[in-house]
């Protein structure tokens, strides 16, 4: 016994400080192989094994590659739908942006383009456009307002 | 056991925790790694959840149930404490979470017959190897859970109380209180015994 456990009994007064403190209970001596046979069946039987913990992260590393591109590709698309389908008001902020550097062909085509027709165009609340053709309409010909209107 | 062959004790079981730590990082290893944790370990892992619940059968439950918690959590295990205590924290809780869940079946405990009253004192007696471990057994299984586990701890184990605060995650003050108590019913029910 460690001479410090005696000496403790020894001062509670325990008659124990004479005895050997060897352990009093042993099971049959085929016990632990059996026990560990057990353990390891039971182990492997969970899943727990090292294998199954490694085969689990391959696939959740699988299943997380196939999530991103799942998310990629959805995006990809939304950005491209975006492009496809512009709205009428985005159309509208382009024209009276770039209305000095696009010649008759050009914004019928982009009406076209948009299935947008003049009256949209010359109804918007657009003070800006509006302004510019009341200056600009003397030097339009008459071919070109007969194409506008 | 001296001072000297403790402190060499301890310093050798340190080196197998750290080795069987090796072991069980590599997957090559791994199951060598356990194995030997298993032998290093499943005597005392056993004796101590023994004289919790005083009963074989149980007690074989809760050990594999303990060793499966040891693989399970081996992974997340940090060092932080000892291998030996993380263990043995283990299989206390363990032990306690059987208790627990069958309570009315452990009120009845194996209690090992004794041949009978000599009209000596116990001490007075020359008491073979085995009459003493009867005796101890029938002491033990007497004593309350936390007594029980405590002096498993400290009799049995010869943790130190740092030790044991860290398995039982009870104060020093405490478990020497607990321990004490423990001894003096152990020594109560001995003096009862008699042999013819």
Known sequence: ?149 | MDHSQRYEHKKYMKIQDEQILELVKDQSTLNNGFKLLMDTYQIRLYHHIRAILNNHDDTDDVLQNTFIKVFKYLPKFEGRSNLYTWMFRIATNEAMTFLNKNKRKNEFLDEVLLDGATGKSFYQTEFDGEKIKAVLNNAIAKLPVKQKKVFSLRYFEEMSYKEMSEVLETSVGALKASYHHAVKKIESYVETIHIY
């Open chain 1, 1 to 149: 016994m460690n001479t410090e456990i005696k000496r403790e009994l020894e001062m509670l007064h325990s008659g124990l400080a004479k005895f050997d403190n060897s352990k009093i209970y042993k099971p049959a001596d085929s016990y632990f192989d059996k026990m560990q046979h057990s353990v390891l069946s039971k182990i492997e039987g969970k899943g727990l094994g090292r294998n199954n913990i490694i085969k689990l992260r391959w696939m959740m590393g699988i299943a997380a590659a196939f999530i991103f591109i799942i998310a990629v590709s959805f995006l990809i698309n939304n950005q491209s739908n975006t492009k496809d389908t512009l709205s009428t008001e985005e159309v509208y902020e382009y024209f009276e942006e770039n209305v000095d550097y696009l010649d008759d062909e050009a914004i019928a085509g982009i009406a076209n383009d948009n299935e947008l027709n003049f009256d949209d165009l010359f109804y918007s609340d657009s003070d800006e456009l509006n302004e510019y053709i009341g200056e600009e309409i003397d030097d339009i010909t008459e071919d070109e307002l007969e194409q506008i209107f």
